[in-house]
C-alpha cells in the first residue's frame, strides 16, 4: 500500500518537504500548473519542474549542503554488449535497464538525478525527505538487482547470448555530506557533488555483476541489511587508504 | 568573426538541419515560441528545446542511426579535490570545469549533451550538421584543454595547491555509428548510445592531464590535426584486441 500511495501523490513532496508549499502536481488543480510548464519531473513522478529545474528558486541559494545517500548503478559488461549488439537490440537493453533501476528508486523515493548510458547516479533525502535514507537507498539498490536481474533472464530466453561475458548490475551506496545545486552557469538542473559523490562512484565501479557495495558510513544507518555481509577492503583511485565495504548478493 | 556568427543564430540550427523547419530562437519572432516554452536549449544555445525534448517529434523515430564524433572529457585529481577542498571551492572549480568546455564545445557546433559531476560528453554532428565533425571535435578538445589549463593557472595563483597531484583534464574523441534517440521510457531528451560512445569513454579514461587521445577513425578525418603526433596502443577493458589512439597534448 505504501509505494502504490507514493505513486499518487497530489502535490510535489518535493516541494513540500523543502518549503512547506503545495504545488499540485496530479488531478483537476494541477491543470492552471501545467499550462505554465510546472508539470511532474522526470527525476521522480512524485516531484514537479520547480524543484528539477528551478533549484535557486526553491532553496533561495546556489547550493546548500546536506546530507544525503547517494547510489551509483552501472552494467557489466556493456562494453562487450555494445560490440556484439545491434543497435536496435543494445537500445532496448538500455532502456529496459533504466527504466527498471528508476522504478526501484522511485520505490524508495530517490531520484533519478543523472542517466549516462548504462550507468545512473541517484539521490536519497532530497529534495523527497527520508529520515531512513541510506536504508531507502540499500533497498533501493537489492531493488535494481533484482529486477535487473529478472530482465536479464528474459534477455537470455529471447536469445541474446549472455554466456560469454560476466553481464550484470554493479552498485555502489554511501552516505555522507554533498553539495546540492547548479554547477553550472547555462544549465538550471540541480545535481549533487563532494567527495562522497565520488566514492559511491568508485564504489560502484568496484561492484562485479549482482554485487552492492555499501560503505561503512551507509551500513551504520542500515544495520538490519547488512547484518553478516562479508566486508572487502578496497583500494579506490586517488584514496590513499584502503576503504572497507560491505558486499550484498543479490540472487 | 565566424564563432560570433555561431553564437547569435536566429533559428535553431538544429531543427533547420534535420528538417528544414525555421524555429525562431532569438529577436522578435522567438516570444510567441517562448510563451510556449520553446526557448534556447542548454545543450547548445544555437537550437531549441524541441531538439532537445522532443526528438520524437523530430525525427518521427524512437531513435535513428548516426555517424557522429563524440567527445567525452573528465577532471583528473578530481578525487584528490573532492577530498582537499571545501564544498564551495569545489562547486567553483566544477562551474569552471562545465562552463569552459561547454563554451569550447559550443565553439565548433557540438551540444554538451550529458554533464555529470567532474564529466561531460559532447555530441559533433547531430542536431547541427558537420561535414567534419570529426576535425570539430578535435578542435573542441583543443580548446577544452586550453582553456582549462589557462583556469587551473588562475586556480593555483588563487591559493588552490596543484602540486600534490597531476590536476588537468583528460579528453577521448571518437567518430563512429552511434544509435541517437530516447533510451528511457521516462525521459525525453535525447542521448547517444553504442560500441562507439563506450569506446570513446575507455579513450578518455586512458588519457593524462592534458592528454587528448583522438581514436584512428577520428584521427583519419582530421589528418592535419594528429600530424605527427605519437600512437599509444591502449588495453581497454572489455575489447580484446589493442587500440591505437594518436595522443595529442596541449600546452
Same mark, same amino acid.
Given at each position: 500500500m505504501e509505494s502504490s500511495t507514493r505513486s499518487q501523490a497530489r502535490i510535489c513532496r518535493g516541494c513540500w518537504d523543502q518549503m512547506h508549499m503545495p504545488i499540485p502536481i496530479? #488531478?483537476?488543480?494541477a491543470l492552471p500548473f501545467q499550462a505554465f510548464g510546472i508539470t511532474r519531473s522526470k527525476m521522480n513522478p512524485n516531484i514537479c519542474t520547480i524543484c528539477e529545474r528551478a533549484f535557486t528558486f526553491v532553496k533561495k541559494q546556489r547550493h546548500v549542503s546536506a546530507t544525503a545517500s547517494i547510489l551509483f548503478a552501472d552494467m557489466r559488461g556493456y562494453t562487450y554488449l555494445s560490440e556484439q549488439l545491434d543497435a536496435i537490440t543494445l537500445s532496448a537493453v538500455v532502456s529496459t535497464f533504466q527504466d527498471q533501476c528508476a522504478q526501484a528508486i522511485w520505490e524508495h523515493? #530517490?531520484?533519478?538525478?543523472k542517466q549516462m548510458g548504462d550507468g545512473l547516479m541517484a539521490i536519497f533525502?532530497?529534495?523527497?525527505?527520508?529520515?531512513r535514507h541510506a536504508a531507502a537507498a540499500v533497498r533501493a539498490a537489492i531493488e535494481v538487482q533484482r529486477r535487473c536481474g529478472a530482465a536479464l533472464e528474459g534477455m537470455a530466453k529471447r536469445?541474446?547470448?549472455?554466456?560469454a561475458m560476466p553481464l550484470g548490475v554493479g552498485v555502489g551506496v554511501h552516505t555522507g555530506e554533498v553539495e546540492i545545486g547548479e554547477?553550472?552557469?547555462?544549465?538550471s538542473d540541480f545535481t549533487a557533488i563532494g567527495g562522497a559523490v565520488n566514492l559511491t562512484a568508485r564504489l560502484e565501479s568496484q561492484a562485479a555483476a549482482g554485487e552492492i557495495l555499501v560503505s561503512a558510513e551507509a551500513a551504520a544507518q542500515a544495520p538490519e541489511l547488512v547484518a553478516g555481509a562479508a566486508i572487502r577492503e578496497l583500494s579506490l583511485k586517488g584514496i590513499n587508504q584502503p576503504v572497507p565495504a560491505h558486499v550484498l548478493t543479490v540472487h
Amino acid at each position: 500500500m505504501e509505494s502504490s500511495t507514493r505513486s499518487q501523490a497530489r502535490i510535489c513532496r518535493g516541494c513540500w518537504d523543502q518549503m512547506h508549499m503545495p504545488i499540485p502536481i496530479r #488531478g483537476p488543480l494541477a491543470l492552471p500548473f501545467q499550462a505554465f510548464g510546472i508539470t511532474r519531473s522526470k527525476m521522480n513522478p512524485n516531484i514537479c519542474t520547480i524543484c528539477e529545474r528551478a533549484f535557486t528558486f526553491v532553496k533561495k541559494q546556489r547550493h546548500v549542503s546536506a546530507t544525503a545517500s547517494i547510489l551509483f548503478a552501472d552494467m557489466r559488461g556493456y562494453t562487450y554488449l555494445s560490440e556484439q549488439l545491434d543497435a536496435i537490440t543494445l537500445s532496448a537493453v538500455v532502456s529496459t535497464f533504466q527504466d527498471q533501476c528508476a522504478q526501484a528508486i522511485w520505490e524508495h523515493d #530517490g531520484i533519478v538525478n543523472k542517466q549516462m548510458g548504462d550507468g545512473l547516479m541517484a539521490i536519497f533525502n532530497f529534495p523527497i525527505k527520508a529520515e531512513r535514507h541510506a536504508a531507502a537507498a540499500v533497498r533501493a539498490a537489492i531493488e535494481v538487482q533484482r529486477r535487473c536481474g529478472a530482465a536479464l533472464e528474459g534477455m537470455a530466453k529471447r536469445g541474446v547470448d549472455t554466456r560469454a561475458m560476466p553481464l550484470g548490475v554493479g552498485v555502489g551506496v554511501h552516505t555522507g555530506e554533498v553539495e546540492i545545486g547548479e554547477f553550472s552557469t547555462f544549465r538550471s538542473d540541480f545535481t549533487a557533488i563532494g567527495g562522497a559523490v565520488n566514492l559511491t562512484a568508485r564504489l560502484e565501479s568496484q561492484a562485479a555483476a549482482g554485487e552492492i557495495l555499501v560503505s561503512a558510513e551507509a551500513a551504520a544507518q542500515a544495520p538490519e541489511l547488512v547484518a553478516g555481509a562479508a566486508i572487502r577492503e578496497l583500494s579506490l583511485k586517488g584514496i590513499n587508504q584502503p576503504v572497507p565495504a560491505h558486499v550484498l548478493t543479490v540472487h
